[in-house]
């Protein structure tokens, strides 16, 4: 099997307008690294024409897999980690993050000589745009995370994030969050299993406010609020009363 140093993971729904420029993008980056890397990216559900543009692309680097029904994106990433071959694995939401965040990150996992590197809003060099409200939200989210789990982690949610291989290899078979909520698990369990080297590093990130702001408010925005809430007290639950991850 071939070497590869770094694997990134690109979980992707209804992108079917941007997914080509988002992993041509991500490729332009990573190849000037000096690193052997691959791009896998998961498309969450045939919805759209997501599949149909990303498979255009031809990269010998970029392996794209996709699956009838939308899971959610913690399944999409759990399903591209699975898969990876890199000693680093990683993974980037398919829209926000400007690909120029990943060597940033790159740079803070050797530097620190890192177990987990978290990309986060929060980080003083962060360059991001985002509307207020979103910023309270984050902001009361991260301090009932802080409360429930210890983490001293200003920011959990950003979809930028990398990982030695021991850390996915031993933590992934243990997750169950397939959505939102996925990432604190991911955090709260390595730690918990005594990964520990959790660092932070900064992003560029882009968000539409006025898109953000009418999204907030939508039904739907409550919905998967009120599910990543009851995902999060599940995890506590698992972790600090049943002892489920102990396993």
Same mark, same amino acid.
């Given at each position: 099997?071939?070497?590869?140093?770094?694997?990134? =993971?690109?979980?992707?729904? @209804?992108?079917?307008?941007?997914?080509?420029?988002?992993?041509?993008? !991500?490729?332009? &980056? #990573? /190849?000037?690294?000096?690193?052997?890397?691959?791009?896998?990216?998961?498309?969450?559900?045939?919805?759209?024409?997501?599949?149909?543009?990303?498979?255009?692309?031809?990269?010998?680097?970029?392996?794209?897999?996709?699956?009838?029904?939308?899971?959610?994106?913690?399944?999409?990433?759990?399903?591209?980690?699975?898969?990876?071959?890199?000693?680093?694995?990683?993974?980037?939401?398919?829209?926000?993050?400007?690909?120029?965040?990943?060597?940033?990150?790159?740079?803070?996992?050797?530097?620190?000589?890192?177990? =987990?590197?978290?990309?986060? @809003?929060?980080?003083?060099?962060?360059?991001?745009?985002?509307?207020? !409200?979103?910023? &309270? #939200? /984050?902001?009361?989210?991260?301090?009932?995370?802080?409360?429930?789990?210890?983490?001293?982690?200003?920011?959990?949610?950003?979809?930028?994030?990398?990982?030695?291989?021991?850390?996915?290899?031993?933590?992934?078979?243990?997750?169950?969050?397939?959505?939102?909520?996925?990432?604190?698990?991911?955090?709260?369990?390595?730690?918990?299993?005594?990964?520990?080297?959790?660092?932070?590093?900064?992003?560029?990130?882009?968000?539409?406010?006025?898109?953000?702001?009418?999204?907030?408010?939508?039904?739907?925005?409550?919905?998967?609020?009120?599910?990543?809430?009851?995902?999060?007290?599940?995890?506590?639950?698992?972790?600090?009363?049943?002892?489920?991850?102990?396993?």
């Amino acid at each position: 099997m071939p070497h590869v140093n770094l694997s990134i =993971i690109v979980p992707a729904y @209804k992108e079917e307008k941007t997914i080509v420029s988002t992993l041509t993008g !991500l490729n332009t &980056v #990573l /190849s000037t690294l000096n690193l052997d890397y691959e791009i896998i990216c998961v498309i969450d559900g045939r919805v759209d024409k997501t599949f149909e543009m990303a498979n255009k692309i031809k990269n010998s680097h970029l392996k794209i897999y996709t699956y009838e029904k939308n899971l959610g994106k913690g399944h999409a990433v759990k399903y591209g980690m699975e898969r990876a071959r890199g000693a680093i694995i990683g993974f980037v939401d398919a829209n926000g993050i400007n690909p120029r965040s990943i060597p940033m990150l790159l740079q803070h996992f050797f530097w620190y000589k890192a177990d =987990i590197i978290v990309g986060s @809003k929060r980080h003083p060099v962060s360059k991001v745009h985002y509307p207020w !409200l979103r910023r &309270v #939200l /984050s902001w009361g989210y991260q301090m009932l995370t802080r409360l429930f789990f210890d983490l001293e982690v200003r920011d959990t949610q950003v979809g930028a994030k990398l990982f030695r291989r021991p850390v996915v290899t031993k933590i992934l078979p243990l997750l169950l969050v397939k959505d939102w909520a996925f990432d604190i698990e991911l955090l709260a369990v390595a730690y918990h299993k005594g990964f520990k080297n959790i660092y932070e590093s900064p992003i560029e990130l882009e968000s539409s406010a006025n898109e953000d702001t009418s999204a907030i408010f939508s039904k739907g925005f409550i919905r998967i609020s009120l599910r990543m809430l009851w995902d999060t007290l599940a995890v506590f639950y698992r972790l600090k009363i049943m002892h489920y991850y102990d396993k």
